[in-house]
């Protein structure tokens, strides 16, 4: 079992940075696979940014080159660095982990969620 705990979020002009972290316990993040997802107002989640565990990342098409994700096993943690915000990345932002998570996009364990707010 894994818990997993988002921090970082808050308000932010557009064009400012933000850096989300995700810290578990439980077990090693190591092991898995680990996503960032977003829910803005009226839409539904989607899965911003993936990294799998052995490095390889994905992320969705408005995001790319703005957005970065990294994982510190030594810390147990992953991270979503996000630059050039826009009011539309406004969004509750959720980490997930899970096993081969990354070619199915199903994700086992869930954080809580952050809110992230841009304005313009």
């Known amino acids: 079992q894994v818990q997993l705990v988002e921090s970082g979020g808050g308000s932010v002009q557009a064009g400012g940075s933000l850096r989300l972290s995700c810290t578990a316990s439980?077990?090693?993040?190591?092991?898995?696979?680990v996503g960032w997802f977003r829910q803005g107002p009226g839409t539904g989640r989607e899965l911003v940014a993936a990294?799998?565990?052995?490095?390889?990342?994905d992320y969705i098409q408005s995001v790319r080159g703005r957005f970065t994700i990294s994982k510190d096993n030594a810390e147990n943690t992953v991270y979503l660095q996000m630059n050039s915000l826009k009011p539309e990345d406004t969004a509750v932002y959720s980490c997930?982990?899970?096993?081969?998570?990354?070619?199915?996009?199903?994700?086992?364990?869930w954080g809580q969620g952050t809110q992230v707010t841009v304005s313009s």
């Open positions: 990294r799998s565990r052995i490095g390889a990342t």
């Open positions: 997930a982990a899970g096993i081969n998570s990354f070619v199915r996009s199903e994700y086992q364990y």
């Open positions: 439980g077990h090693p993040l190591s092991d898995y696979d």
